[in-house]
Each structure stands twice: as C-alpha cells, then as structure tokens.
C-alpha cells in the first residue's frame, strides 16, 4: 500500500493508495483509533457499487455504522441536500462521537466534508473517494463546500480528514467520460509541477476508450500516489490558500468555474471546463511571455488524446460566463488573481490579467485548435 503523508501539523494525516483497501477501510479506522458510529454518507450511483463492501469493513471490526443516500450529481451539492443528509443523522442517533465517512466522487467529498466540518461544530471524517478527479484531487487538502445559485463552492470550509483511502479498482465501474475528466486534474498537476507526466498520460490515454481494464488499474497506484504527492506537498506550503502557493492548483480553473456555473449543473462535467480552463490559462500565459509554443502545445496535446474538450460548446453565452467568473471567490477584493505558467513545471499567481483578457480567452475557446 503506497502512502503519502500530508504534514499539517496537528491536521496531518496519510493517504493510503492500493488496489482493494476498500476491504481495508475498518481496519485503518480501527489502526487510527477512530471511534464512535460511522455515518457513511454517498450518492446514488456509487451505494449500490461500494456501499455493502464498506460496510462489511466496517462490521469487521466492529464498527457501529448508517448509510445516507442521497441523488446523484453537482445538482445535489447544495444546502437543502445537506440540511437533509444531517436530519438523517440526528435521528440515526449520531452525536459529537460519530465520524462520517464520505465514499463517493468530489460532489460526495465535498458535501460530507462540509456536513463533517458543521454537525455539533464539527466531527472528524474519512475520504474514500472513487473517482480519478476524487482520489487525484478533491479529497485531498481540506477544501468542503455546497454550491448556490450565485456560484460553485461558495459556501464551505476548510476542514481536513483524518484520513483518505484511495482505491483504483473502484475506477474499474467508470465511464470513459468520467475517467477522461478526472484526468483533466493530472494535466493540470503535469503543467505545474511534473511536466514528465504529460508523456504517461498520453500514453495511458489509448487503454481508456472503454473505461479501466484490470490490467491498467494494476499500475494505477503509482501514478494516484504521484499526482497525490503533487497536490499534498503545495496544501503543506499554504493549507488555506493565503500565501499565494495554493493558488496554483486553480490552474485552469478559474475560467473553467465559471463556463461551469453558466449552464445547469452536470450539463458539464468538471475536468471538461477545467480542460477548457487549461486553454483559455495557456493562451493568456503566452500573452503575457510567460510559456513557448511548444511547451503549450504539450499541453494541448495531452488534452487533445485524452479526448477532452478545448472547444467551448456554442451554447455557452460568453456574458454569462464571465459574470459568473466574476462571482468566483478566487477573486480578491474584486481584482483578478490568475494563475499562468513561466514555464512548463513554473506556475505564477498574476494580478496583470483585466476583464477584457478574460473575453478575448473566451472568444479564443470558440476557435478551432490547430493541429500539431
């Protein structure tokens, strides 16, 4: 089992990666000393794929457990879903001695990690996410949050877990949609800080036209934990995001938030508008001299053979994009804060970026890509 430590002072924790320690998840809490009724809360679409071999785990040892369902999808991710979720658990009889285990994708993480950071002000809770966007990214460092209609993750905190199982096999039942999108996150860990990855990633792109086969989720650990390595190391420079190093993780994102928010939520999935995000990021880099052609390219290539989107949809209303990018809270005090790269591997945080440098990345996305 391959294990990453995340350094945060009294808030560390680990990062187990291995292919089955779904099975392992009750024998980690008891090896942690968890204690208390476990509230496993999940979606629709994941309950009936994982839900009976966690809890088999946790029966192994013997822990006292209820399972919160609730539908899937980013449009669930709201308050009303949560106000649900935590009158379930009141009268489950959990109380300030419970943990909540979240075992799902990053709609999941983050709406347990939110209800986690609140009920009775605040118990501990466990990440099993099942998703590559999950296990590469969103479980890691602490960010939880509901969306409102003003914008996506507006409303939340940080609070980080007490722990996070990652286990590829559950990759396994994904569509090759919801893998290509989750790999949009690698991308973006590749372009900040590990630029030899972008050569992995292409090459894996061939082995998911139909989803993960057992062989490919043989050699996935390795590259989970990598990108896992990446993302834990910057949250220990600048847990809560005020030092400027955090920031670099919205590589691609913050455009990308807000052609999200423009349509009805789910219409597009989160690594497509941060692939999205990713061009639109590169092409004000170049702008502004800050990366070469054939380093951008890199870039665009790997997006382009992991099928995912650089086109922005002609149903987007570019307007309502950039209102809803305005709305986003990587704005500070109103001004523009926006992350480009120097280089491949070399990110920057930039305050020179204007709103009218947002439109012109928005009209660029509605232009054909050029071949390489």
């Not at 009775?120 to 466990?126: C, D, E, N, S, V």
């Not at 913050?254 to 990021?281: K, M």
Request: hydrophobic fraction near 40%.
């Amino acid at each position: 089992m391959a294990t990453v430590d995340v350094s945060l002072g009294e808030k560390s924790y680990q990062v187990h990666v291995a292919n089955g320690a779904l099975d392992r998840v009750g024998y980690l809490c008891e090896r942690l000393r968890m204690s208390g009724k476990a509230a496993i809360i999940t979606d629709s679409n994941v309950c009936p794929l994982y839900a009976e071999r966690l809890v088999q785990s946790l029966q192994d040892a013997e822990y006292e457990h209820s399972l919160h369902v609730f539908e899937a999808g980013e449009q669930s991710k709201n308050l009303s879903t949560v106000e649900t979720l935590v009158n379930e658990m009141v009268a489950e009889g959990h109380d300030r001695s419970s943990f909540v285990i979240a075992l799902g994708g990053g709609v999941v993480g983050d709406m347990a990690g939110f209800i986690a950071s609140i009920y009775y002000r605040g118990i501990p809770f466990i990440q099993v996410p099942t998703t590559v966007m999950a296990q590469v990214d969103s479980s890691v460092g602490g960010k939880t949050a509901v969306d409102i209609s003003a914008g996506k993750n507006l409303i939340g905190a940080f609070y980080q877990p007490k722990m996070v199982v990652a286990d590829p096999t559950t990759l396994l039942s994904l569509s090759p949609r919801v893998i290509r999108e989750g790999m949009a996150e690698m991308v973006k860990h590749a372009a900040i800080r590990a630029p030899r990855m972008l050569q992995a990633l292409q090459r894996l792109a061939d082995e998911i036209d139909l989803g993960f086969s057992l062989n490919t989720i043989e050699h996935l650990p390795t590259l989970i934990a990598e990108n896992i390595e990446i993302k834990a190391r910057i949250v220990e420079a600048d847990e809560k995001e005020t030092k400027g190093v955090r920031a670099y993780l919205n590589f691609g994102h913050t455009l990308g938030h807000g052609i999200e928010a423009s349509v009805p939520y789910g219409e597009l999935l989160h690594g497509e508008v941060v692939s999205l995000g990713i061009r639109a990021a590169l092409y004000l880099s170049a702008k502004y001299g800050k990366i070469s052609p054939g380093e951008s390219k890199e870039i665009l290539r790997t997006l382009r053979v992991l099928e995912l989107p650089l086109e922005l949809p002609p149903r987007i209303d570019i307007e309502t994009a950039l209102d809803k990018t305005a709305k986003d809270k990587k704005f500070c005090s109103g001004s523009i804060r926006f992350v480009l790269l120097n280089s491949l591997g070399h990110p920057v945080l930039s305050e020179d970026v204007t709103a009218q440098d947002l439109k012109d990345a928005l009209l660029h996305l509605t232009t054909p890509v050029q071949e390489y």
